[in-house]
């Protein structure tokens, strides 16, 4: 028996399933302690690394062993239960149960299987026609209750398997439709493919299912060491700089004293972080060490990955989000077996069951997706810096932007700093002009598009070069009101306005996925005076498409970028043939455009007015990263609009003087006490009833204020008051002594949470 085995053991009078967390040991004759039954034959669900970060998360992020080990294991190495009917021998007289409907009975008893799922039940038609669903299941909880029907569960157990993929090979058939015959053309190009490439590169399942079936394709099962040549090696790399050089010394250094060291890699965009990387790990995995890299979500940034695979081959596991959970669950595997060397994920793959980590690479470290943002609420740059602390390991934390957390550690001098100035390609950083939106108001300029824009728009569509506007919401507006009664539609369930998707003629909630018809007419008035405010990525891209009627426009948001794939068709797209493309925060996020030559935020100060005190923050970044975006091949330029010229955000990320702008930002945090000056803990109060929730949250606020050190701050509703049909208010603790602060929260506050039935308390550890 071992750390990470599943065992089933008795616990009341149920059978549960169990991970091992410790060595056995003899029990005290007096305990009361139960055997457990069995140690099932399935492959470990976590080592000793994944326990130890675990244990690091629970103490942590103030939460149970289990819940942080539902954050480390798959969903794939766990048992799935399978749930039987085991029908009595006699059909019970219909008398016995005169509320379950006689055809109910007529099916279990003579239609179907005995021993059927109670899903294969639910489905079948002559059930629906017995009631719905949760009638259905109070029919079957009767007649358990009354002994006709058990209940019987077993464990199907998953199987060590060797770590294998699908790949796609050109068949002997021909095969009609465009996108088939692309699909073939592009397996052609490269035999052997994976099939979750052909997934990512933009082919639907249903296209490669079709050419399958057709014959077109042969779809077989490998081990992942025969998919890969050079063939999909990618452009080829710069020599490298003299700063990349250095900085590839440092490393070694710390390699070679083989103790944990962390690092700030703070680079501007293009300035070849990626080489360091991949040229760093070359060394480790040489001498015979492994890797972690961790990327904020590998379907953005899909040339990343590829740099990977073409370095290390067969010894490299991507784990993205194309991969099925078996295939992830494989992969695990073969991490545990010693197969691989180096490991790229999202955030999850800091779990990565290698052994001998000695380099931990978090790319694009100032990435929001890094921090989960339901329980375990963990940080993966916190798990990762735990891991090589216990390993002896090297963290490099990269970024253009760095939070401001890593900036300031790194210029205090408690971690390194690499400083890459120069551009790889050599190429300077684009020209950023900045638009005063409410000069163009006044000079009567009503529409989206500020005069300079339209005129560098309309230069680069006549000169074939392309470009990228950013805007920060998707939909045609940000809202809809009546001119006549000021009436603005609102979701039932939340408390925000409602977004207007016009193309689809629908009023969208974009928290909880509410719809409804866009309306004709005011609800509230009934005058058709319904105008819509605001902008969306819909209502740019339809504004250029009438300024430019010749233009080819893309969209890119998360509206039409639904399914695995999309985002690589977009973008072959725009690549191929686009002029303009219109995208969210997606087109920020490591995307590569060698030849785009101009960049436009349509609305720089949108994030600014959000009640956060990283506002600032996230705006400098999203700039600087949307305009470095421009002119990575070619001279670029770009124009950012902005009713707020003159906030520093805007103005220094216009500069790219990220420099400045921390130095400011950091000195506005100490002056109001937001991190890194102090440390934050979050609790938030949530519940069905608004009274209720106040309640409990007053109560809590003066239990932290009397027994918790810090500076307890509200309790104050959430900047969306409520959200599906929930209220929510949030009480903030300020902190210098972490440490004190949560072991506090462990002894009074977890107590009060589990006992409170009247609403629910989320406590978020650096928010
Ligand atoms: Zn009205
Ligand atoms: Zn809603």
Redesign the pocket.
């Known amino acids: 028996m071992q750390v990470g085995d599943v065992v089933r053991v008795p616990l009341g009078g149920r059978e549960v399933l169990a991970f091992v967390v410790a060595p056995e040991r003899e029990a005290d004759a007096d305990a009361r302690v139960k055997a457990l039954l069995e140690r099932l034959d399935v492959p470990r669900a976590f080592d000793d690394a994944g326990l130890h970060m675990a244990r690091f998360i629970a103490e942590y992020y103030l939460c149970t062993l289990g819940e942080a080990l539902g954050a480390v294991v798959l969903n794939g190495a766990l048992p799935r239960t399978d749930e039987a009917l085991r029908r009595s021998a006699e059909r019970p007289p219909r008398e016995r149960y005169p509320s379950v409907p006689d055809r109910f009975i007529a099916l279990l008893w003579e239609t179907l299987p005995d021993g059927c799922s109670p899903g294969a039940l639910l489905r079948h038609p002559e059930a629906r026609r017995a009631g719905d669903r949760v009638a259905l299941l109070r029919h079957i909880q009767t007649l358990v209750r009354g002994g006709a029907l058990t209940r019987e569960r077993h464990f199907v157990e998953p199987r060590v398997q060797t770590y294998r993929v699908r790949v796609l090979h050109p068949g002997a058939t021909p095969i009609s439709g465009k996108k088939a015959e692309a699909l073939v053309a592009f397996v052609r190009e490269q035999p052997g493919v994976p099939r979750a490439d052909a997934l990512l590169a933009g082919f639907s399942a249903a296209v490669i299912a079709r050419a399958v079936k057709a014959g077109a394709l042969v779809e077989a099962t490998v081990e992942p060491r025969r998919t890969r040549s050079a063939a999909v090696a990618g452009p080829a790399p710069f020599p490298p700089t003299a700063e990349q050089r250095a900085a590839l010394a440092r490393i070694d250094a710390w390699l070679d004293a083989g103790t944990y060291h962390e690092a700030l890699v703070h680079g501007v965009t293009g300035s070849g972080k990626t080489y360091i990387y991949v040229e760093a790990i070359k060394r480790v995995v040489r001498e015979g060490g492994r890797a972690i890299v961790l990327v904020p979500e590998i379907s953005l940034t899909p040339q990343t990955a590829r740099r990977f695979e073409v370095a290390f081959g067969e010894r490299v596991a991507v784990l993205h989000s194309a991969l099925s959970e078996r295939e992830r669950f494989e992969a695990w595997q073969a991490c545990m077996r010693g197969e691989i060397d180096v490991v790229v994920g999202a955030r999850s793959a800091v779990f990565a069951p290698l052994r001998d980590v000695r380099l931990l690479v978090v790319d694009e470290s100032h990435e929001t997706s890094y921090k989960q943002d339901t329980s375990p609420r963990y940080h993966a740059v916190a798990v990762a810096r735990e891991r090589m602390r216990r390993e002896g390991g090297i963290l490099l934390l990269g970024s253009a932007t760095p939070s401001l957390e890593s900036y300031a550690a790194a210029t205090a001098g408690r971690i390194e700093l690499i400083v890459l100035r120069e551009r790889a390609t050599a190429q300077a950083m684009p020209a950023v002009r900045i638009v005063d939106l409410g000069a163009e108001f006044e000079a009567g300029n009503r529409r989206v598009f500020s005069g300079p824009l339209v005129q560098a728009l309309a230069d680069r569509i006549e000169r074939k070069q392309k470009s990228v506007l950013f805007v920060n919401r998707r939909g045609s507006a940000s809202f809809v009101l009546c001119r006549s009664c000021g009436k603005v539609p609102e979701?039932?369930?939340?408390s925000?306005s409602?977004t207007a998707h016009r193309s689809e003629s629908l009023l969208r909630?974009?928290?909880?996925?509410?719809q409804t018809a866009f309306p004709q007419t005011c609800p509230a008035c009934g005058l058709p005076t319904i105008k819509e405010f605001g902008i969306g990525t819909e209502r740019v891209a339809e504004e250029i498409a009438r300024l430019f009627p010749h233009a080819h426009v893309l969209r890119m948001d998360s509206d039409t970028t639904t399914r695995v794939g999309d985002h690589a068709r977009i973008l072959s797209e725009f690549e191929a043939s686009g002029d303009v493309l219109v995208g969210t925060q997606m087109v920020a996020k490591g995307l590569d455009f060698p030849t785009v030559t101009l960049v436009g935020v349509v609305a720089a100060d949108t994030g600014l007015h959000i009640a956060d005190f990283r506002a600032s923050e996230r705006t400098f970044g999203l700039i600087a990263q949307v305009c470095g975006r421009s002119g990575r091949s070619a001279p670029g330029e770009a124009i950012v609009q902005t009713y707020a010229p003159n906030h520093p955000a805007i103005v220094l990320a216009a500069q790219h003087d990220y420099d400045t702008f921390a130095a400011r930002e950091l000195r506005e945090r100490r002056l109001l006490g937001y991190p890194p000056a102090k440390r934050l803990v979050y609790l938030g109060i949530i519940g069905r009833s608004r009274s209720d929730a106040w309640q409990v949250a007053t109560e809590l606020a003066s239990l932290l204020a009397e027994r918790v050190p810090g500076e307890v701050l509200g309790p104050a509703p959430y900047a969306i008051a409520r959200?599906?049909n929930e209220w929510r208010f949030r009480i903030a603790l300020k902190t210098t002594e972490p440490a004190k602060t949560r072991r506090a929260l462990r002894e009074y506050v977890l107590p009060f949470a589990r006992r409170e039935r009247r609403a629910r308390i989320a406590i978020n550890v650096d928010p």
């Open positions: 979701c039932p369930r939340c925000v409602l909630c974009h928290y909880c996925d509410f959200l599906n």
